[in-house]
């Protein structure tokens, strides 16, 4: 048997059993309280206060409320009929308990009705009856109030049927705005009105029923006015938009289409063809979320804002709307983006944000897009809306300040350059420098045009011959030129190799003697640095510029050169960030390579050229390497080209062939380190003691042998350690000569050069060898050991190898290699006969190439005194040997002695 649980109180166990009584199902749980049984159940459950409607944890225990009116009204629903509608205010929940009860949830209160006369059973037949049809009205009124006081419920009331007839549709426009998939779109709703009635275009229904104040309309459309008004608006290009009421069609502008077009036709659509609509008699009504609106511009605006010290600058437009200021470029990136400048339609419609528009005649706009169509990408638009562009851009400006109406503020110098720019007619001849003591070519002189171009318009540039081709003298020509003219008035900063640094001041001597010179370089370049800015050039070493970085940015240079500058194509090594810091009136490159691996070695030039010209590494990067590189885009490759010709200057051997003589000598003079300078010094100083010793007791005539024993080691210290047996040389692993070969070579190769290299150590050339195979460079050997002379010959002709190594002894006479155009001495030898005669394996009959001899000389060594004693004396009988007969004769002085075997100078 059921027994109750402990907590159950009696009154729990009454409703228990009232509940029970109600429940007539014994599969169904569920339990609806209505009628008498139902009232007493829930006014217990309602006076134990424990009672809570849905959510016990959070809602209170219902409580009796005060009662309430039944709200009943008939509803005509047209050709379905009528039907009663019942309803509680505040809105409440209707319980067909007897007598019948109200539940409001938000208040958790339960009440009494104020209609008494309305019993459940009644209430509940009503709601359940079907809609009285129309043509039962009558008969169903008289019926009901024979049933029912019309006090308690009045019946629905005889409606007058009107039929609208051969009445034209008045097309009705509601215009509004709505959300849709995230984005705000202007719409309009069309209906149609006839006579004061306005409904929704349905064409499965011909005749309209609907009641309308106490009445019955019956309309019969005008079809044909309706299709007419929906085809003239969908010439227009409004598009249908399906809406949850399906009464009503939407129409809507290219939500798929152009977003440019959009507000153009809407523009059109509300100057140019509503007010005709509405002059027809369409009716035309604005929702107040339809705010799209259209402004004209008045006044326009350019700003420029320099960056000092930097090559670029920030362009910005502003247009006045209403007398307030408005950023333009955002807007013209938007016709940028969707138009090219000969194809604008006739006004453009720009979107300013919250359903603004400003409306800009194209002849207004065009000049300004014209001139930014080339500058403009996305990278240079900032944040501000101003256009971030690099100083060659200034050219554009005049071109804009002479087309437009624009009012113009900063910038004045920039817009001069950019008139200047404008205007431009050509690089113009300038006369060279008086104190030049070269005569320069017509390739160099062009040079020294472009070079002084560069510096007219503020700009850096690359000078990018061919080695050989005399970058040293032009830049010393244009240095010279600047003080002549009274413009150098800081001085000018070199930076070069620590290998050519000796080359650069030998050049300056040489060409431009009055250019005071002075070389940063050595242990002793400290206490010269006060007497930087009383000097006209300052040579310094690459390596040397981060221990030097204090004292070379204390002061501002007139141009600043970086010699062999692919150096800092890394943009972040330290030299290259140091050089990037100098400040600088102009700044240029000499390099034969500007680019060896990527286009990033190219960036990283103009970087320090013109900072921004090429924007930073990241948008470089998107802009031109991923294109180009990745992609092999050609149209950005052309790009990247055009915008970089105007500031490369490149011309190769051969395309100034005719102006080149025959034969071009070049001394490449080569600089010890601190381990090899001490070793040569301890080698001079014990073999110079050994050759005093000698000549004291033998006299110099018969010490000869002694003497060029000696010399030969020198020799060989200036060449190479390794060509040494002694013990001494074996802890000096560098070699400055092979260092700075090794740093031409790749060179000369990357420019298609054909290559002989002679040296009188076979040795020597085997170290060679081992460095060609490492930076993979095609070689060929010819030694007295070769074996297959003809085959080593035939690699060289054929082009398969590309470098001709060559001893002195087994290739100097003999062969004919006109194929080749460049020739290598890596040692002087005594004699120049044979130096010549081995520079004429090239340099001969059927060569039709100008041959550029290259000899490396150790500076301040045996070897540079060798070659002094070549120059000085002119020919072999006057020189170390004499040939007679077939045999050498001995023949140097004690003068000479003393020349060979002086110390190194600091």
């Known amino acids: ?153 009045p019946p629905p009331q005889t409606v007058e049927i009107r039929t609208i007839e051969n009445c034209p549709a008045v097309p009705h426009l509601h215009l509004s705005a709505r959300e849709r998939d995230g984005h705000l779109f202007h719409l309009i709703r069309l209906r149609f009105g006839y006579e004061d009635c306005v409904i929704p275009f349905l064409p499965e229904h011909p005749v309209r029923t609907l009641t309308q104040a106490n009445q019955r309309l019956k309309i019969e459309r005008d079809l044909d006015r309706e299709y007419d008004a929906i085809e003239r608006l969908e010439s227009l290009g409004f598009e249908g938009l399906a809406d949850d009421n399906e009464e009503d069609i939407i129409f809507l502008s290219f939500v798929d289409n152009d977003p440019m077009e959009s507000p153009a036709r809407w523009h059109h659509f509300l100057t140019d063809v509503l007010p005709t609509l509405e002059a027809e008699g369409w ?54 983006e969707h138009y090219e400048p000969d194809n604008l339609p006739d006004t453009l419609t720009l979107d300013l944000g919250n359903a603004q528009y400003l409306n800009i005649a194209s002849e207004q706009i065009k000049p300004v897009l014209d001139t930014l169509y080339e500058l403009y990408d996305s990278e240079s638009l900032q944040e501000d809306g101003s256009l971030h562009l690099a100083r060659y851009d200034a050219a554009r400006l005049d071109a804009l300040e002479s087309t437009t109406n624009l009012q113009w503020r900063g910038g004045e110098a920039l817009r001069q350059l950019g008139k200047k720019l404008n205007d431009f007619q050509g690089i113009q001849a300038v006369t060279p420098p008086q104190g030049l003591t ?33 970058k040293t003298v032009q830049t010393l020509a244009h240095l010279l030129l600047e003080k002549e003219q009274g413009r150098m008035d800081k001085p000018c900063l070199i930076v070069a190799p620590t290998s050519l640094m000796s080359n650069w001041r030998r050049e300056a ?18 206490g010269r640095f006060d007497d930087i800015a009383a000097h006209d050039v300052i040579l310094s070493t690459y390596p040397l510029l981060s221990r030097d970085e204090e004292q070379l940015l204390a002061h501002d240079y007139h141009c600043v050169v970086l010699d062999e500058a692919q150096v800092i194509k890394n943009p972040r090594a330290k030299a290259a960030q140091v050089v990037r810091k100098l400040n600088a009136s102009q700044r240029l490159c000499l390099t034969g390579t500007p680019m060896e691996n990527h286009l ?88 110079e003691e050994k050759v005093r010793k000698s000549i004291a007791a033998k006299g110099l005539a018969r010490s000869h042998i002694i003497v060029l024993d000696a010399l030969l080691k020198l020799r060989q210290v200036c060449c190479d350690p390794r060509l040494l047996s002694l013990t001494q040389a074996r802890a000096v692993k560098e070699s400055a000569k092979l260092e700075l070969l090794m740093q031409m070579l790749p060179e000369m190769v990357a420019e298609g050069r054909r290559i002989l290299l002679f040296s009188q150590f076979t040795k020597m050339l085997g170290h060679i060898e081992t460095e060609l195979k490492k930076e993979k460079i095609s070689y060929t050997k010819l030694t007295g050991q070769t074996r297959k002379r003809d085959d080593a010959i035939e690699q060289f002709k054929n082009g398969s190898a590309r470098v001709f190594l060559i001893s002195l002894k087994a290739g100097g006479v003999g062969l004919n290699l006109t194929e080749a155009d460049t020739v290598i001495h890596y040692d002087p030898w005594w004699n120049p006969a044979a130096e010549n005669q081995a520079t004429d394996r090239a340099h001969r009959i059927g060569q039709d190439k100008a041959v550029f001899v290259y000899k490396l000389v150790t500076e301040n060594s045996v070897e540079e005194k060798i070659v002094a004693m070549q120059a000085k004396k002119q020919a072999l009988a006057q020189g170390v040997y004499r040939q007679s007969k077939g045999e050498e004769e001995f023949k140097l002085t004690t003068e000479d002695m003393q020349q060979l075997f002086a110390p190194l100078e600091q």
């Open 600 to 687: 990033g070695e190219l960036w990283s030039l103009f970087d320090f050229l013109m900072p921004g010209f090429l924007g930073d590494t990241r948008q470089f990067t998107t802009l031109f390497r991923t294109p180009i590189e990745k992609h092999g885009d050609q149209e950005r490759n052309r790009q990247l080209s055009q915008r970089v010709a105007p500031f490369m200057l490149r011309r190769t051997k051969d395309e100034v062939a005719t102006e080149l003589p025959e034969k071009t000598e070049i001394i490449c003079n080569v600089v010890f380190d601190k381990k090899q300078a001490a070793l040569y010094e301890s080698i001079r100083l014990s073999m």
């Open 438 to 470: 070269a005569q320069l070519r017509s390739y160099q002189q062009q040079g020294l045009d472009w070079l002084q171009f560069l510096r007219e318009y503020q700009f850096g540039g690359v000078l990018a011959d061919d080695m050989g081709l005399g």
């Open 1 to 153: 048997s059921y027994h109750s649980p402990a907590y159950a109180q009696p009154v729990d166990l009454e409703i228990g059993k009232i509940l029970s009584a109600m429940h007539r199902s014994s599969w169904d749980a569920s339990l609806i309280l209505n009628g008498e049984l139902g009232f007493l159940a829930l006014t217990k459950m309602i006076q134990t206060g424990r009672c809570v409607w849905q959510d016990y944890r959070n809602n209170p225990p219902l409580t009796f409320g005060t009662p309430r009116e039944l709200q009943h009204q008939w509803m005509d629903d047209g050709d379905k009929g009528t039907h009663l509608h019942i309803g509680l205010e505040p809105e409440a929940h209707l319980l067909l308990t007897e007598p019948p009860l109200y539940l409001d949830p938000q208040a958790s209160v339960v009440g009494p009705l104020t209609n008494p006369a309305l019993s459940a059973g009644l209430l509940e037949k009503l709601l359940n009856a079907p809609p009285v049809p129309p043509n039962m009205v009558t008969e169903f009124s008289q019926r009901m109030a024979e049933i029912l006081p019309p006090e308690v419920l």
């Open 283 to 336: 009716q035309v009504e604005r929702d107040t979320s339809f705010n799209i609106a259209f402004h004209q511009a008045s006044d326009w605006h350019a700003h420029i804002t320099e960056t000092p010290g930097n090559d670029w600058f920030s362009l910005h437009f502003d247009v006045e709307i209403d007398d307030q200021p408005l950023a333009l470029m955002p807007l013209v990136s938007q016709v940028l």
């Open 509 to 526: 001597e040489q060409f431009a003697p009055d250019l005071n010179v002075l070389t940063l370089q050595g242990p002793n370049r400290h």
